[in-house]
């Protein structure tokens, strides 16, 4: 099973159809709350999970209650997970990631990737939206700070794309079929 996870609005479902062809766009009603939703992908089970975090008219108890259940989800899962996909929108999240942490807390996306490291699940860092992000060396390097990502290992886990206009989608599937292929970081320390 491979999951893709992240903040509503990245772009999750858009690269979900660009890299397996399937829609998996749904109603996006606030106050209705999103399950995951599953497609077949080369006889691998491609689960979007719900976006968390702000989503607007959505009232904080309701978010709160998504992000237990995505928890709760790959808590639950996580033996068949393979690879998870953390979906983030490489324009807007160095500028909310700097946002929570100047508020004192610990940003939705930053918590979730050390959460599925903590898991022992591979992961794969999409920095979507590319064809918005100005200086895409810098924002690399910021986001891979942010997410504790040694240097030498952040080529291989944080893979910018455009999911709209096509940009370096085959390279995401590089790396997805690698990381498939090449499991790591499960049993580790
Ligand atoms: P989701 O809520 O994460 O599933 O996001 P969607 O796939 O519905 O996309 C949210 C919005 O972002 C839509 O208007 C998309 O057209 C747009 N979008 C998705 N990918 C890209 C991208 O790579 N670049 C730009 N500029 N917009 C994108």
Redo the contacts with the bound molecule.
């Keep these: 099973m491979i999951i893709f996870a992240?903040?509503?609005?990245?772009?999750?479902?858009?690269?979900?159809?660009r890299l397996t062809g399937k829609k998996?766009?749904r109603g996006?009603r606030p106050g209705v709350t999103r399950k995951p939703v599953e497609v077949n992908w080369r006889n691998r089970k491609v689960v979007?999970l719900p976006?968390f975090g702000f989503m607007s008219g959505l009232p904080r108890e309701v978010q709160e209650r998504i992000k237990d259940e995505i928890v709760a989800f790959i808590e639950e899962n996580a033996e068949e997970i393979e690879l998870a996909v953390l979906?983030v929108?490489?324009?807007s999240a160095p500028e909310i990631i700097e946002r929570w942490e100047k508020r004192g807390e610990i940003p939705i996306d930053v918590e979730f990737y050390s959460f599925l490291r903590e898991l022992g699940i591979p992961t794969i860092v999409a920095v979507?939206?590319?064809?918005?992000v100005r200086n895409l060396e810098r924002t690399l390097n910021f986001l891979a700070e942010k997410f504790g990502i040694p240097l030498e290992e952040a080529r291989d886990v944080l893979v910018p794309?455009?999911?709209?206009?096509g940009?370096n989608i085959e390279e995401l599937k590089r790396r997805i079929e690698k990381a498939l292929r090449e499991p790591q970081g499960r049993g580790g320390c």
């Design positions: 992240g903040r509503s609005n990245v772009g999750k479902s858009t690269l979900i159809f998996v766009k996006k979007d976006g979906v929108d490489g324009k979507n939206k590319v064809d918005k794309v455009s999911a709209k206009f940009q």
